[in-house]
């Protein structure tokens, strides 16, 4: 089975839509999937040969995502489909949606989408001067329109699914999370990576991981830090990642004195040195209210790391069980008090890292992407089945 994925986004760009295509493409190879993507351009080079790239330009304060030119993504998309595909897989609303969509009609393919950004919690963070109910109303009425024009949808948590039901989307829903793979770390990688940030092996650290942009709430963290440090006045917090908030997020860092207890550490490879730093931390932190799955909780879950976070949209389905994670309530105050006595527990935290890494084996990358081979092939067939009198192609 060959599969077209379209996206608007893929690495060197470091979300949890490149990381769910990279472990699909993958794991599905196991099931008979074939996987072939369609992405913007970085100027990186060094792709394989499944990955076609297209031009792209910066996006304006943004630099380090690409609008991906219109016409090149059509010809791109209808340039492999021609060549044969059972199924188009949209990743991302953008020209990569309207590419995939296009490539359907024209050549009898099935398409689907996977909803993994809610616009609706976003768009108020880059476009503050606009009433947030006309932003409300327009990503509503925007991701309803796209829902209903696919063949199916696939949502990675319940909540999602919720929502998406609330703005009208009529189409079958598929909940089907993105599977992680373990991040295992070499031997001696928590004392080496603890070395190269200048930390004693004794010191807490507590680690964000993701992309550092307003929708993430890491000004919540600071808080919580801020308020941590009056019990564990070592704490230090390091975030790993990059984004349109690290600036702001580095002022309200040294305007409120919490320069040595807050490090900023930038992107971190995903082979070698994301693993060595999940090995250097004692407790992984979150407060995103916007998360469609939360995948970077199953990956820190995965190396044994204790995880105290938000239960919120996506969250809930990965750390409303409890296992592996202390889930607090939504204010700082009860979020500080939280990982202090985690931090300071050397049985509980011994308890929840055993319980996180037998908690997130359950949603591991192999497993889930056996029901995503299984649901391709359900569509496909129920698509056929539908459509055998109806094949047209449409003008260029």
Not at 271 to 280: D, F, I, R, S, V
Request: charged fraction near 20%; charge should be positive.
């Amino acid at each position: 089975m060959r599969v077209v994925m379209v996206s608007d986004v893929y690495f060197p760009r470091v979300n949890g839509v490149s990381t769910a295509i990279q472990t699909y493409r993958r794991s599905l190879r196991a099931h008979g999937v074939e996987v072939a993507l369609v992405a913007p351009d970085y100027g990186a080079g060094d792709d394989e040969p499944w990955i076609t790239r297209v031009p792209g330009r910066p996006v304006p304060g943004d630099p380090e995502d690409r609008i991906a030119r219109w016409g090149h993504m059509h010809d791109a998309v209808e340039a492999i489909v021609e060549r044969g595909c059972h199924l188009i897989h949209i990743q991302t609303p953008f020209a990569a949606h309207y590419a995939g969509l296009f490539a359907s009609r024209r050549y009898g393919v099935p398409v689907i989408a996977t909803y993994h950004t809610l616009f609706e919690e976003y768009l108020k963070h880059y476009a503050p001067w606009v009433p947030a109910g006309w932003l409300r109303a327009l990503a509503r009425s925007f991701s309803r329109r796209q829902c209903n024009a696919l063949d199916g949808v696939i949502v990675p948590s319940r909540a999602i699914r919720d929502r998406l039901g609330m703005y009208g989307v009529g189409k079958v829903m598929h909940i089907l999370p993105t599977g992680v793979a373990p991040h295992l770390a070499e031997p001696g990688a928590r004392a080496a990576f603890r070395s190269r940030l200048g930390v004693g092996e004794t010191r807490p650290l507590a680690l964000f991981v993701g992309r550092v942009a307003h929708e993430k709430n890491i000004g919540f963290l600071l808080d919580v830090v801020d308020l941590a440090r009056e019990s564990i006045p070592d704490l230090l917090l390091v975030i790993a990642g990059e984004g349109p908030a690290v600036a702001s997020l580095q002022r309200s860092v040294a305007d409120r004195k919490l320069g040595s207890n807050v490090t900023f550490i930038g992107y971190l490879d995903r082979k070698t040195e994301l693993p060595a730093c999940y090995a250097a931390a004692d407790a992984f932190v979150f407060a995103s209210r916007t998360e469609t799955q939360g995948l970077v909780l199953l990956e820190a879950m995965s190396a044994g790391l204790p995880v105290v976070a938000l239960a919120e949209m996506g969250t809930t389905d990965i750390v409303g069980p409890r296992k592996g994670a202390i889930v607090p309530d939504d204010n700082p105050y009860a979020f500080s008090m939280a990982l202090v006595e985690l931090l300071r527990d050397p049985c509980l935290k011994s308890r929840l890292a055993a319980e996180a890494r037998a908690y997130a084996a359950q949603w591991s990358d192999a497993a889930l992407a056996g029901r995503m081979a299984t649901l391709y092939r359900q569509i496909v067939a129920e698509h056929a089945r539908n459509n055998a009198h109806d094949f047209h192609l449409l003008p260029r």
